[in-house]
């Protein structure tokens, strides 16, 4: 596959660096020469919390633990993280619960942002501030919105037609089979697919094979619903996936005894979302010990983590609110995997 510089970002991230001291976080604006030191010691004790979609996603659950060990070391506060199980009905209790606790902050990760709107108002009219995080959501404090979900499905579509080209580049019109596993638990998660879709069709290669799945947050469902597609379409060489759950677990169908590809090196699945785990997938695919060729990352946790500290602390610290930060995207894939893991 061609070079591809990670430093290319198809949208822009806002910069920040957080400077920890013994009393105070100086955060740099996107100009270098913009600097607010912020003392972070009235933030000591302050009560957060977070709810989210899901906490069976490794990748959640990754993050939220990175957040609540972050917020208590940086800035002394306690985080409570709660699931709302993919309800937005019990996300909204939650929401109502946090500012009957007394709350200093709330972070919501929504199941549907649309539908929070009026839920963040009241808990806003009540005095406790609330930060969209990944997703928009209507009358928030401030957010941290992820690239747009168009961008990653685009990108990670226009990763997998690359690979297409290179690799059967013999093949005619419709000869391509790719399996595409959907998902629409999220509004954004069925814009994303649409996405990935639409950027598929832009290669007359490609013979694309729809399928939505229960779950995409749930390995097991991505293994079997992998598994019975290829029973109906043995002939799939590209699966690409909404996100990394139903990666690794298409991956795990095919990297089995029961995988019927022949040559793993004419095979591969590509997908949106970071981990480690994913990584470690894309670099053993080097070797083709691994079907897992490329993903969309939104940065890594890391810098999710300090793109969420940059929202947050101004309202925990009462200082200059930044009203929204935008997420940035990396393609990874064979040609920079190794260097990324490295940084």
Do not use: H
Request: net charge negative.
């Amino acid at each position: 596959m061609k070079k591809k510089l990670m430093s290319v970002l198809l949208t822009v991230a806002a910069t920040v660096t957080l400077l920890v001291g013994c009393s105070g976080i100086n955060v740099f604006a996107e100009d270098a020469a913009a600097e607010t030191t912020v003392d972070v010691s009235v933030a000591q004790g302050k009560k957060i919390g977070m709810t989210v979609p899901t906490l069976a996603s490794d990748f959640i659950n990754y993050l939220t633990q990175a957040a609540q060990a972050t917020v208590a070391e940086e800035l002394g506060c306690d985080m409570q993280i709660d699931s709302c199980d993919g309800d937005v009905t019990k996300q909204i209790e939650q929401i109502e619960n946090y500012v009957t606790m007394g709350m200093d902050l709330i972070i919501v990760f929504p199941v549907n942002g649309e539908a929070l709107g009026t839920v963040v108002k009241n808990a806003v009219d009540a005095g406790v501030p609330v930060f969209g995080f990944a997703m928009e959501i209507p009358n928030v404090t401030s957010e941290m919105i992820s690239a747009e979900e168009t961008v990653m499905g685009s990108a990670c579509g226009d990763m997998a037609n690359e690979w297409i080209n290179e690799t059967f580049a013999d093949r005619g019109d419709g000869e391509v089979n790719v399996y595409v596993l959907r998902g629409s638990t999220q509004p954004e998660i069925v814009v994303r697919s649409d996405a990935i879709v639409e950027a598929l069709k832009t290669n007359p290669k490609n013979n694309i094979i729809e399928e939505e799945s229960e779950n995409q947050d749930d390995r097991n469902v991505a293994r079997r619903m992998t598994e019975n597609q290829f029973n109906a379409n043995p002939d799939i060489d590209v699966i690409v996936t909404c996100n990394a759950e139903s990666a690794l677990g298409a991956e795990s169908f095919i990297m089995s005894s029961d995988s019927p590809v022949a040559d793993m090196s004419k095979f591969a699945i590509f997908t949106v979302d970071e981990t480690d785990e994913v990584d470690a997938k894309i670099s053993a695919s080097l070797t083709d010990e691994s079907a897992l060729r490329g993903t969309i990352s939104m940065g890594g946790i890391p810098d999710t983590i300090a793109d969420l500290m940059k929202g947050i602390v101004p309202i925990l610290t009462e200082s200059e609110i930044i009203p929204r930060i935008d997420g940035s995207i990396f393609p990874i894939d064979d040609s920079n995997i190794e260097e990324y893991m490295n940084k």
